[in-house]
Structures are given as C-alpha cells and as structure tokens.
C-alpha cells in the first residue's frame, strides 16, 4: 500500500523532503500523484535473502520515479559481480533509508550499488555495511557509484568500507552530495571523476586507503569542469586530504585536514595518468595538520600543500601545521599564496620552483629547512613576508633564499629569530636575477642578519 507524504513523515521521513535542496541547487518535488512506498511493498525486507532484495531493487528502481522509504533494519543484499554487477538504471525517484536503515552487502570485494543513467534521483540517508569489513584494495569495486546521471542529490549518507572509492560520480552532471559520512575505504571516499559542476558540502572522511576527496579529470573522458567542496574533514587518509588533479574551476573551501600520507590539499597534472592540467583552482580557509606524515605505514615525506605542472592557483587563508615536508611546495605553476602560514616543518616553510609566484602576508615559523626558497621562477613578487625562527637544522641559516629566477618584485621581508642563538639568519640572493628585495626588517639578534647578495638585488635595510 502506498504512503502519503504526511504518513511518511509522521514515519519518519525528513520534513519538507520534496523541496530539500543544497545551496544553489533547484528544489524539485516528486512527480505528481506519487506517495512513498514503504520498501516491503516493493519486496524488499529485513527478512529477506540477500537474493531476492537484490532482484526486487533492480525491479522496483530501475527505469522509475518511485519513492521509497527503507524502514530501520539491516537489509542483506547479494552484491556478487558475477554473472553481472548490480546495477539500478534510469533511476528517477527518492529512496529515503530511515534512522538504522542500511543495505549490508555480503561480498567484501566487489561493487555495491551502481546507479546507471537517469535524471533528478534523491537520496536521503543511504547507509552502507559489508557482512565482513574489506581488507584489501580491489580497484574498480566502488561501493556505491553513479554512472552518468544528471542532477542526482545525496544527503547524510554513511558509507562504512569499500574495496575501493566509498562513493563514486563518474561523467555525472552536477551531482551534489551533502551531509556525509565515509569510512574505513580502501581506496577515495569521495570519488568524482570526469564529473560536471559537482558539489559537496559537509563531507566527513575518516580512514581512506587513498584520497579524501578527489576530483579528477581524464583526458581520455569528457573535458567537464567546475566543482564546490565546502566544509570537508578529512582524517587519517593514507594518501591525500583533498585532491584537484586535472579538473579545472575547483574551489575548496572551509576544510579541515588531519593527519595523510600523502600531501593535505594537492593540486596537479599527473601525466603516469594522463590527466587534463588543472587550472582556475582555489584552496580557501583550510587547515592542515599533519600532512604528509606517516599513516598505516605509508608515506612520511609529503608536505602540507602541493601545486605541481597546474595552470593558475590560489591559496587563501590556509594553515599548515607540523606537515612530512614542506609546508607548501610549489612547481611548474602559476599561484597565488595570501595569508598562508606554516608552522613546525621538516622541509621549507615555502619551496617555490619554476613557476610564476604572487606572495603576500606569508608566515613560516619553526622551520628545519630554509623558511621560503624560490629557485628558477619567472617571476616571484611578494607583498609581506615574515620568517621566523627558520633554517633550524639547515646549514645555509637561510630564512630567505631567492635563487635565479628571472625577475624578483619584493615590498617586505620580516626576518625574526627569537632564540637564544639565531639559526635562520641569512638573507641569500644568487644567479642572475632583476629586481629588488624590497624593505628587509632586521629583527635577528645574535649573530646579527646577513644579507648575502650576488645577484645584486636592491634593497633597504632596517
């Protein structure tokens, strides 16, 4: 028997369901005259084998606007990959799975759910489990994916485990997902691949095997563009926090990145998979804490923000903090770095590396390494830079080390070291270079600031 809406909310199905809608994105209510369907009315029940929900899923969802509510319960569902995967086609309605609800697959190596083609589908609380957690990666067996759908909405969906990526878009235009949780994958939580203008808001990730979140563009696949992630925690991830690699038009923004083996927000063109090169990206108002350490036995070396072979970049109001590197690494790019500042470093604080640079209100404090070095850039102009108590352990003393690049434009460099005996010292300018370095504050005690210029730069002391 079909359910009215009052029913279903009385049922527990979220208030206002039909006109829910992330920012920016059109509500859209069911089709007329269709009510929920609780999911037992389609064949689908706790009760079940695991062979007959699967068979009624891809019966009652596949080619339909149905709307369907999942009592709470564990439904078994048979996940196996052969003869076939399971696959729901043209799925156009609302599955709303109620507090407790969750499909629990019984294959721990192969795919779950595999939405194919179809327009406008909503999801609201999807829950995932498998009878027995993965323990291995097995690439390609993504838990849940969405295979070319268009405007497809998800909201507070928990995803525990996967062979591979939690949840997967794959050439989808502007899928949304919101409010939600992912865990214990081997592989990405939060996959979207050759995707249109995704957004995502909301998106906690804890123990992935690879990415956080990862937007990534082939150039083997359509050249789509844009994406929104706002509100994103990452934690523990055994390769990335967040990741643009070869998707233009990115913008992260209000993210929080916790302990990854891999670099915290990283930016690139990956030729070894000949991806498209990223370009109009934005990183904004994130936090990296430990990125590029040691998780699970992997990485150790990486740092906390990475820019390599992209177009143009712009890092704003981010934070690093005691990265496996450097704080932020910068190559083969054109970026903008404002108002970033990092802190207990291995590496450099900045290491900035043939490309063409625009730097202002830059902190490096407690460094091992040089506190910012620029080498073999086209350009490296910076407004305020502070560097202090840099090049710790670093036998040049450099706080700041610009080194052939073809034209420097620097306005002011803070040097401070506020320990007993002063470790980052040195002003360094070498190789052939045009410009000046700007006004150089000079609040280095013992020994006294050294400002080492073969390059000739100009400059005035102070």
């Known amino acids: ?41 389609l064949g689908i029940a706790t009760t079940n084998s695991a062979a007959t929900n699967r068979a009624s899923l891809v019966a009652a969802l596949s080619n339909s606007a149905v709307c369907v509510v999942f009592p709470p319960g564990d439904y078994p569902v048979d996940n196996t990959n052969s003869p076939s995967y399971l696959v729901i086609s043209n799925f156009a309605g609302e599955l709303v799975m ?6 629990v697959f019984g294959t721990n190596t192969a795919k779950g759910l595999i939405f194919d083609g179809g327009t406008g589908a909503r999801l609201y609380g999807l829950t995932t489990a498998f009878a027995t957690a993965p323990t291995g990666r097995v690439n390609a067996e993504e838990c849940v994916s969405f295979l070319s759908t268009t405007d497809t909405y998800v909201e507070n969906a928990a995803i525990d485990g996967s062979a591979a990526a939690g949840l997967f878009f794959q050439h989808c235009v502007r899928p949304t997902v919101v409010r939600t949780r992912i865990a214990n994958t081997m592989a990405d939580g939060l996959h979207f691949k050759n995707c249109q203008d995704p957004r995502a808001d909301q998106i906690t990730t804890t123990d992935t ?4 979140v990862a937007f990534v563009n082939y150039a083997s696949g359509p050249a789509n563009t844009g994406g929104l992630a706002t509100n994103i925690s990452v934690t523990r991830s055994k390769s990335r926090g967040v990741s643009v690699v070869g998707q233009s038009g990115v913008t992260v923004r209000d993210a929080r990145i916790d302990t ?9 063109f990956e030729s070894s998979w000949s991806t498209r090169t990223p370009t109009d990206v934005c ?11 040691v998780v699970g036995g992997a990485g150790g070396s990486s740092s906390g923000v990475r820019v390599s072979s992209a177009g143009t970049v712009s890092v704003a109001a981010v934070t690093v903090d005691a990265p496996g590197q450097h704080g932020v690494f910068v190559s083969q790019s054109t970026v903008t770095l404002t108002d970033v500042a990092v802190s207990n470093t291995p590496g450099s604080g900045f290491n900035l590396q043939t490309s063409t640079c625009t730097l202002d209100r830059l902190l490096a404090d407690g460094t091992n390494g040089i506190g910012l070095t620029a080498t073999g850039n086209a350009r490296v102009e910076y ?14 003393h450099r706080a700041l080390n610009l080194d052939s690049n073809t034209r420097v434009f ?26 000046n370095l700007g006004t150089v504050v000079d609040l280095v005690n013992t020994p006294d600031l050294l400002i080492d210029n073969p390059s000739g730069l100009g400059y005035v002391r102070v």
Request: hydrophobic share 40%.
């Open 1 to 41: 028997m079909a359910v009215d809406r009052r029913t279903a909310l009385l049922l527990g199905v979220p208030a206002a369901l039909a006109t829910l809608a992330a920012p920016g994105v059109a509500s859209a209510d069911p089709p007329p005259g269709t009510g929920f369907v609780p999911a037992t009315d």
């Open 98 to 103: 109620l507090p407790g609800a969750r499909f």
């Open 209 to 212: 095997g690879d990415d956080g």
């Open 260 to 268: 990854t083996a891999g670099h915290g927000l990283y930016c690139a």
């Open 283 to 293: 990183f904004e108002r994130a936090r990296v804490v430990a990125g590029g350490v």
């Open 383 to 396: 407004g305020t830079i502070t560097l202090r108590n840099t090049a710790k352990t670093h036998a040049t």
């Open 410 to 435: 620097g306005q002011r460099a803070w040097i401070t070291d506020t320990q007993t005996t002063a470790t980052g010292y040195v002003v360094g300018a070498y190789g052939t270079q045009q410009g």
